[in-house]
């Protein structure tokens, strides 16, 4: 298989335009190419694919079988991402595929190209029969210049970031219970190069992790909090620290505030922030890191039993802080809350982030495609924005207003963990009691948790979204500067 590139017209009245490559194929082939794009009116667009069945030659049918014609856009990052998903997705099956897509692409170009095709490849199945279709298994860039190795390697650790945290995601919750997923840290440490740490029941207890504990009192699988700890190879006593938390509720049932049937159905999902945490991290090496980078994910099921939270019990934090229990499926921030509170008070963080599914309130207001992100330093906002647009994960800021904060306000704690609306600004401002005057950014990736569809990069299910974000971000060459 063949895959070349189509460039949209160039604003003169003419068709589409071919990149490098197409005439020696058409030559080779004695085909019109230019004739078959008039024909499937095909104007270049980002991810618009044309094909073309080629009869095999030799008389063993060995050969060129397919031509693919995939539109590049305006060849921006984005439109490149857009392409290499639209490629993967039509060469799933095939042994290999020889494209010259990046070579229209400069280097932002080409790793956006390379992240799109790994994601648009993204499966997950669990059944007894092998899957109903495969990715590539390789894809040949032609036309290239000597020296992209490091951008390739950089691809490869972001699309990786992302596959992982998908896939981490998509575990079924029976498979994926907090002492699992512990495991599973535990193996990416192992890989990656990082220390590693858990506290289970007992320690988390001895502690005073009290929100972990109350979210995963009623599971017959206890809580678990999971720490990773990433040095970058040039590190000194000066180099800062960023703690990212991640929620890990890997099923939330709602609690005794049980969620309607349809709206649970998604729910194994729900650890993505601590997902997202665990990708992360596990790349940071491999894209060279300047910073000190420590990983927080609280685990725990949200179920229901006889020993499940009820509304109107109070759980107190790490650190002392007592939160009022008033719907128990405000979970995620309990829990973030004291993993929030241990690092600001004993981790020294530079800067805080946590990522979270948390609200179905940014789902409202933002749909499927676009993150919400709340921050309390206009520079620290300002990397998180830019970071996602580069990356393809798109963030838009909302307030900390401080107006909602009697929405929070409990007569018998410090706070009510369910203010109610406007709600994704009501669970940020709960949280921001746990970070004090830290620089802070809280991701509420509710509305991106899940596509509904195959669209660009992103195939149907968990998104694993935040993962290229925050490594946009991190692996920068001064990710703090000016914050």
């Known amino acids: 298989m063949v895959a070349l590139p189509v460039l949209p017209a160039d604003g003169e009245g003419g068709g589409p335009l071919l990149g490098p490559g197409a005439e020696q194929l058409a030559d080779q082939l004695d085909v019109d190419l230019l004739a078959l794009l008039e024909q499937e009116r095909a104007t270049g667009k980002a991810g618009e694919v044309t094909s073309l069945p080629v009869v095999p030659d030799g008389p063993d049918g060995a050969g060129l079988r397919l031509v693919l014609l995939v539109g590049v856009g305006a060849q921006r990052p984005d439109d490149l991402r857009r392409a290499g998903a639209a490629l993967a997705r039509a060469a799933a099956d095939r042994s290999s595929v020889a494209t010259s897509l990046s070579a229209v692409a400069d280097d932002a170009g080409l790793e956006a190209f390379v992240v799109g095709a790994m994601l648009g490849s993204f499966r997950f199945h669990w059944r007894s029969t092998p899957p109903e279709r495969v990715p590539v298994a390789r894809i040949v860039l032609a036309g290239r210049p000597d020296g992209d190795l ?147 994910v609280p685990m725990a099921e949200n179920a229901v039993s006889g020993n499940a939270l009820r509304p109107g019990d109070v759980v107190r934090h790490w650190g002392g802080r007592t939160s009022e229990i ?27 982030v946590d990522v979270a599914t948390l ?98 990069e992103w195939t149907t299910g968990p998104t694993g979204f935040g993962a290229r974000a925050l490594l946009a971000w991190l692996s920068g060459p001064e990710p703090l500067e000016g914050i």
């Open 150 to 296: 490091g951008v390739l390697r950089r691809a490869l650790a972001l699309g990786g970031a992302g596959w992982r945290a998908r896939q981490l995601a998509t575990a079924p919750s029976n498979l994926k219970n907090p002492a699992w997923l512990a495991d599973q840290a535990r193996l990416i440490a192992d890989e990656a190069g990082l220390t590693y740490d858990v506290w289970d029941e007992k320690r988390l207890a001895a502690e005073g992790f009290g929100g972990i504990l109350g979210v995963g009192q009623a599971s017959a699988t206890p809580p678990r909090l999971v720490r990773l700890d990433y040095t970058p190879r040039r590190v000194t006593k000066r180099t800062p620290t960023v703690v990212l938390v991640g929620k890990g509720i890997t099923f939330d049932t709602g609690g005794l505030s049980i969620k309607p049937g349809e709206a649970m159905s998604n729910m194994k999902r729900d650890m993505t922030g601590g997902a997202v945490v665990l990708s992360v991290l596990a790349a940071l090496a491999d894209l060279d890191c300047p910073v000190r980078v420590v990983g927080l």
């Open 359 to 456: 609200t179905g309130a940014m789902k409202v207001a933002l749909g499927q495609q676009v993150g919400g992100f709340f921050a309390n330093r206009d520079t620290l906002a300002e990397r998180i924005s830019d970071a996602g647009a580069a990356a393809g994960e798109p963030l838009w800021r909302f307030p900390l207003a401080a107006v909602y904060e009697d929405k929070i306000a409990s007569k018998v704690a410090d706070a009510d963990n369910a203010g109610g609306g406007p709600g994704a600004i009501t669970a940020a401002l709960f949280l921001q009691h746990f970070v004090g005057d830290v620089p802070w950014a809280h991701l509420d990736v509710a509305s991106v948790g899940d596509s509904p569809d195959e669209r660009f």
């Open 326 to 352: 008033t719907n128990t499926d405000a979970e995620g921030r309990v829990v973030l809350a004291d993993a929030l509170a241990y690092a600001v008070a004993t981790l020294q963080p530079t800067v805080v």
